[in-house]
């Protein structure tokens, strides 16, 4: 779910609009450093989860097991498999530092001024750095110790990976406590999840009447079927735009994807270019991308690229490629590092070389994987915002460049229509992105 959509739901309860500063008479909850944390937090959830479960899944059973007959789970688990999975963790904690300092949409909703803010507040209001290059080329260099520091903890947590043999992993028996654990994991879910999407809905659907001179308000169903209906139709020009960046983006990821995952399938060079592409992409905040790309083609001494510039989709195709290269570049790399050897070295006897073997042997066996990179691709560069907003032509705007300027006004009932609907179409390409992996299993096992 894009970064702004989530801000959007939360503010639309708490921040500035919200029906909780409406209703009583106090200032929104969700602003400056607490809202910032909050919702970059809460964003950061799924990915901690997953990085962390990884570090978990690897941890050698028979050590858990041994260390089981010496103590209590309890023990085992804190002196043991969190120790084991430590990397893992430092590794999560190093994700969200770098995400965040890589996006400016939310400390620009709640008016943080960061690094990646203040270059965005720069070139968008004079198209020029004030401070000059230096704070400019500082930020770089910090992002840059991060990503190598990332870089070198992943080295080491994958070094130290070992698929169990023939052994389940070690589970820690709640007891008595697992239902109470898990009414906590469901609770937190659900407000997690349910409360933002309450919020927008109780938005959209929101009427007031006018009794005298009374103005009272209430919700109607109605009204926010309706609002979710209409709202694309309303919004079609910037929805067109973005559906049409967001495929040629996906495409190009795709093709870049393809190309530097497969040498890196037993190339220590290929996977070195491989990682290293992946740490910057994922590490340069999106501000610095759009300003690179502005140096790159508003050159007025060649005139064609001044034209691509100003009036075609060539500068936000490039943003968004990049920004949503970094996902489908390691599920590519994982799907192409499966394809059995025998069959490759069989094409090679018959005379195949790389180009061939790659086209003719390994895509048409990982077609769904293609597909799912496609739509993580595609999904991610629809919502991108914080490169595009400075890089979209006159005459040219995407959906997320016109949400980003409505929500500085508040949660209306319009955006919070509109909000909606881009989340039922994401839950509808994520649905069938999940059935492309479940295809590419099912595939990969035989």
Excluded at 109 to 123: G, K, N, P, S, V
Excluded at 241 to 263: K, N, T
Aim: charged share 10%.
């Amino acid at each position: 779910v894009p970064l702004y959509l989530q801000a959007a739901g939360w503010q639309a309860g708490f921040g500035l609009g919200g029906w909780w500063p409406a209703m009583l008479p106090t200032a929104p909850w969700l602003c400056g450093w607490p809202g910032a944390i909050w919702v970059h937090g809460v964003a950061a959830i799924p990915w901690v989860v997953l990085i962390v479960g990884v570090g978990l899944r690897f941890v050698e059973p028979e050590l858990e097991e041994q260390a089981v007959l010496d103590g209590t789970p309890g023990q085992v688990f804190f002196c043991v498999t969190l120790r084991r999975a430590a990397t893992a963790v430092v590794i999560a904690g190093l994700w969200v530092a770098v995400t965040s300092a890589a996006e400016m949409t939310v400390t620009d909703l709640m008016r943080i001024r960061t690094y990646a803010e203040e270059i965005y507040t720069d070139f968008a209001a004079v198209g020029t750095l004030d401070e000059g290059p230096a704070p400019f080329w500082l930020g770089v260099a910090l992002t840059g110790l991060l990503m190598l520091a990332g870089m070198g903890a992943c080295s080491g947590f994958a070094a130290n990976l070992r698929e169990p043999h023939g052994q389940n992993p070690w589970r820690l028996r709640l007891g008595r406590w697992r239902w109470p654990a898990a009414c906590v994991v469901g609770l937190g879910s659900l407000v997690l999840v349910g409360v933002p999407l309450a919020n927008l809905a109780l938005k959209a659907g929101t009427v007031v009447v006018r009794i005298g001179d009374q103005r009272i308000p209430h919700w109607s169903l109605t009204k926010c079927a309706a609002m979710v209906v209409g709202s694309p139709l309303q919004h079609g020009r910037e929805l067109g735009w973005s559906l049409v960046i967001a495929v040629c983006a996906a495409g190009a990821v795709v093709l870049v994807a393809v190309l530097l995952a497969w040498p890196a399938r037993r190339s220590g060079a290929g996977r070195g270019a491989l990682l290293i592409t992946t740490a910057i992409t994922l590490a340069i905040p999106g501000p610095i991308v759009g300003v690179a790309i502005i140096y790159l083609l508003n050159q007025r001494a060649i005139a064609p690229l001044v034209w691509l510039y100003d009036r075609s989709i060539l500068a936000p195709w490039i943003a968004q490629a990049i920004r949503a290269l970094p996902l489908p570049l390691l599920m590519l790399w994982y799907a192409l590092s499966t394809v059995p050897d025998a069959v490759l070295d069989s094409a090679t006897t018959d005379g195949a070389g790389w180009f061939t073997r790659l086209v003719r042997v390994a895509l048409p066996t990982r077609i769904p994987a293609l597909a799912g990179a496609g739509l993580v691709a595609g999904i991610v560069a629809f919502g991108e915002l914080s490169a595009t907003v400075l890089v979209v032509p006159p005459g040219i705007t995407t959906l997320p460049v016109r949400m980003f300027g409505l929500l500085h006004y508040g949660i209306e009932d319009q955006v919070a229509g509109i909000c909606l609907a881009v989340l039922v179409m994401i839950v509808a390409l994520t649905s069938l992105g999940w059935y492309v992996v479940l295809a590419d299993r099912r595939l990969t096992a035989r």
